[in-house]
């Protein structure tokens, strides 16, 4: 989906205000141009799935019922060997026994990576304990097969083994990860937060199915949850969930294509995270989306095939998945109205391509300033605006209101993994890089300038975000696989 001048006269049309056209990328579609089966919202915008989009949902919509192949992994001689099931691309005709042959596999590829995890979690005290690819370990585990039970050994290169292989993003992220042991030796040694006691934000294939259900059950509690947003400003808003909602719709203008984007999302991000864990017991660390896993049929992935595993479906109302009783209060775009409908989705796989491996990778290590990196990160096409197109529909393709699509969240979790990669490649001066402007008060940005979440969490200044490892007064202390 080359989408731009369209989307620029569709958002004029659905009312969007000057500002907001102005300030976010051309092409970030809040809404797209009406066709048959437009869906007219109260408010009287028009909000439809790209023609681009209908294609895919159409196609995609009539392998709902096919489970996605999700790898299955399995180790030999330490290599880590991901293959994909063939029973989980049956035809539709062979759904039923499919469906249940792909969760069989998806549970034996996921085991790997709960034992690795629980025999690291053994030895927390060890060096090994660190994931690290020149880390070691010798346990001896034991996987479930869907053929036959196998005897395999925790890989070497990682305690947290990837369900996909390695693209070349996650070769840097292994390969540079000594920079951060170095780091970590000099600037970290006797703090509160350390690599050993970091917590590991994830790939949502990397976890095991009983941890995604943990986070979206997470999710789901706080979208049950009695909203603390002020009735008068935000009369829609109906769960805490909601709240976080209308504090990216209302603060969209300042925080987009600004000196604070990259740190504004941080701390939104953590702020959930922390929410998920305090309000609703979430014990896990937050997961993240890796694009390029899924770029070549984003539709039929564990993110969206529709699984009780996944973040629900590809296509059209979410009727199943974790979501399925799910409803959006508020949007489009920054109206604070109260408009339940259902979430829909309008996964796209031109989008998807914009947020290849290879992409990621360009945009890390050619960008040798903070203004280029999130400059090029925002861009179009660019692995931001891709990302959210990927996801694209109601609210997912709308710039204020998208996180009301739960995916949303693992979207800027990725965002700030490449970020938070990028500054990894020279720690010295990229954690206390700014670049780009303050919208607020249209000064060049500092670390001084206040980043504010509204309700959510306290006011703070952006320098204090730059570090995941101790920043925002200690309480930052995550890294990413
Ligand atoms: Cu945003």
């Known amino acids: 989906m080359r989408v731009s001048i369209p989307v620029i006269g569709a958002l004029l049309l659905a009312g969007a205000d000057a500002r907001c056209v102005k300030v976010y990328p051309p092409g970030h579609p809040s809404h797209v141009p009406a066709s048959a089966s437009a869906a007219v919202t109260s408010s009287g915008s028009v909000v439809v799935p790209s023609p681009s989009a209908q294609t895919s949902a159409v196609s995609s919509s009539a392998s709902e019922s096919t489970p996605a192949a999700e790898p299955t992994t399995s180790t030999k001689a330490g290599v880590e060997i991901v293959s994909s099931s063939s029973a989980a691309v049956a035809s539709t005709t062979a759904a039923i026994s499919s469906q249940s042959a792909a969760e069989t596999t998806s549970a034996s590829a996921t085991a790997v990576t709960s034992v690795a995890a629980s025999s690291s979690a053994a030895t927390t005290n060890v060096v090994t304990s660190v994931p690290s690819p020149s880390s070691s370990s010798s346990s001896i585990v034991v996987v479930p097969s869907t053929a036959a039970s196998t005897t395999t050994k925790a890989p070497a290169a990682s305690n947290y083994p990837r369900a996909y292989p390695a693209d070349v993003v996650d070769k840097l992220r292994d390969s540079s990860f000594g920079k951060l042991e170095t780091y970590a030796a000099s600037s970290l040694a006797g703090g509160a937060c350390t690599l050993e006691n970091a917590s590991i934000r994830r790939e949502w294939s990397d976890l095991s199915a009983d941890e995604r259900i943990a986070y979206t059950t997470a999710v789901r509690c706080l979208q049950k949850l009695p909203a603390k947003s002020d009735a008068k400003e935000v009369p829609g808003a109906r769960s805490r969930f909601d709240d976080f909602m209308a504090v990216h719709m209302a603060k969209t203008p300042f925080v987009h294509n600004s000196a604070n984007f990259l740190a504004w999302h941080r701390y939104f991000l953590f702020t959930y995270e922390k929410a998920l864990k305090e309000e609703c017991g979430y014990a896990g660390a937050h997961p993240y989306w890796n694009w390029d896993r899924y770029a070549a049929d984003p539709a039929n992935s564990p993110l969206f095939n529709g699984n009780a595993t996944s973040m629900g479906m590809a296509s059209g109302c979410n009727t199943q998945g974790p979501f399925a009783d799910y409803q959006v209060n508020l949007g489009p775009g920054t109206s604070t109205r109260y408009n339940p409908r259902c979430l829909k989705r309008a996964v796209n796989r031109d989008a998807a391509q914009d947020c290849k ?125």
């Open 357 to 481: 491996a290879d992409r990621t990778l360009s945009l890390i290590t050619r960008s040798s300033s903070v203004s280029a990196f999130q400059d090029t990160m925002q861009g179009i096409p660019g692995v931001h605006v891709g990302g959210h197109f990927t996801i694209g529909g109601d609210p997912g393709g709308d710039i204020n209101a998208s996180p009301g699509d739960p995916m949303f969240y693992l979207h800027h979790a990725a965002v700030d993994r490449v970020w938070w990669l990028w500054q990894v490649q020279d720690l010295q001066s990229r954690l206390s890089a700014v670049g780009g402007k303050d919208l607020q008060t249209n000064r060049a940005g500092s670390v001084k300038d206040t980043v504010s979440l509204g309700l959510l969490n306290n006011d703070v200044e952006l320098g204090t975000l730059l570090n995941t490892l101790g920043g925002n007064g200690g309480e930052f202390c995550y890294i990413y696989m």
